[in-house]
């Protein structure tokens, strides 16, 4: 449980409340207290985080955490469940917060309608307006009505769109429980989420079993669903709790590779894709590979996506490029790009501990990294200009060394790097003095605060950042955090070029609430010939997994295996650093 779905539970709390004719006291007790949770940091394990607060029952110390809402937190992140809640939304139909969706529907006027006309949802709601209904409520008239009916379709048009991390972490849970459904042969997640776009707006599911009710079912029953939209012999499509919609097709397992890359996409990928086939007399459908005559036979067996492609006269093209950026023509000219993977990851880069902000003991991030194979990693923790993390000055720093030296010793089979995520100044400077940079193995220069200057201040800053010869991997270059805080304004492409000619590594940061270089970015990295660090910027030794956010997004972005420093043995690493 995060703060942000803390927070989100209670302004939902707040939303039934004021639907159900609570006092206004009431209602905003709830929203001040959401306010309070929406501060905390996001990783729930943070020092001073959820977790903490919850089992050290310090909640009432935030502002706005009153004793009510303190008890019903705690027995929310300690149980995953919240009975106060459950209760309230029985009380109300499952659409009743999509009414206020309806620009100018209020509580009040939502709840008129549930009670008078009975109206459970957005479809029911258009219905009764549609029939005139609406205008006879007290307190509505034909304005309102009308208003209405011309806000309904804006409200069902807003598509939800979730961050990568969190619709991968449900897809991961639903595809986890099908998967141990007897009868169920092969499960994967599809779409944009297999894709790793960074943003979906909903989650698809491909089953092959002989029998598609068991597979349905447990579909349907998992908690995260909220409701059944939707439900054929071979197909269920549900609504989940935090609004999303989520999608499973049951295929016979000969379907299999056809349906997968059907509901996989992108769509600009099949319009291409189609008419190669239809070049050579074929069609693709999510059925399979069939002649367009008819008359010659049955198409070619699909085992799985490598037969279809292979079908077409070209290349698998990897699920992260198909997006028609030109991966298309080089397929077919065997030319895709040898992208970077998982298993070439040699060793973790940005990784913080006990030391500044991490929550783990730079041992234990070692035996960590360890344990997942590595051959090196980097402890890059804060420098003293980010108090707030518990940056280091320069004589933490060297007492750090004598620490990283201890543990490499103690561990063994492990390389543990020196190095410092030194924060980037305003003025473009770096946070620490050259006798300490020109000692560290990696130097990782961010920004972390002033991201708001003007856009040529601060392409300014980051150059003269890029420009210092101590300065070896660019951190999470834009700053930006999905769907929470944009990108800094700087011209990103002449910073890249910058970078280039320097020889700075930049980051494809794998925290998954930044993903930063994006891939559009990473792929104009790659035009310039950037290096390329698949960072774990990891605060625990959890985090070390970000590693798979990190090559996910790198190998949306075009990014070649042979770019990656962190793809190769710690001597090769640090000549390439400073190549
Ligand atoms: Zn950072
Ligand atoms: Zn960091």
Redesign the pocket.
Known sequence: MTPREVAQTLREISQLLQIKGENAFKVRAYELGADAFETLPADPAAPGGLNERVKKGTLTEMDGVGKAISEKVTELVTTGHLRFLDDLRKEFPLGALDLMRVPGLGPRKAAVLIRELDVANLDDLERVAREGRVRGLKGFGERTEKLILDGIGQAKARQTRQPLYESRRIAEKLLERVRKVPGVLRAEIAGSVRRYAETNGDIDLVVASPTPDPAMEAFATSVEVMEVIARGPTKCSVRLRDGLQADLRVVPEAQFATALHHFTGSKQHHVKLRGLARDRGLSISEYGLAPLDPASGPGPEIRDEADLYRALGMQTVPPELREDHGEIELAKDNALPDLISRDDIQGFV?CHSTWSDGKASIEDMVRGAKALGAKFITMTD?SQA?HY?GGLGPDQIRRQWDEIAEVEAKVGGIRVLRGS?VDILEDGSLDLPEEILENLDVV?C?V?QRFKLDETKQTERIRRALENPFCRIW??PTGRQILDRPEMPARWEELIAVAAEKGVTVEC?GSPRRLDFSADLLRLARKHGCKVSCSV?AHSVGELENIHFSVGTARRGWTERRRVVNARSPEEFLEMLRA
Do not use: K, L, Q, V
């Open positions: 940005h804060h980010a993390a995520e990782i961010s972390h951190g999470h940061n910027d």
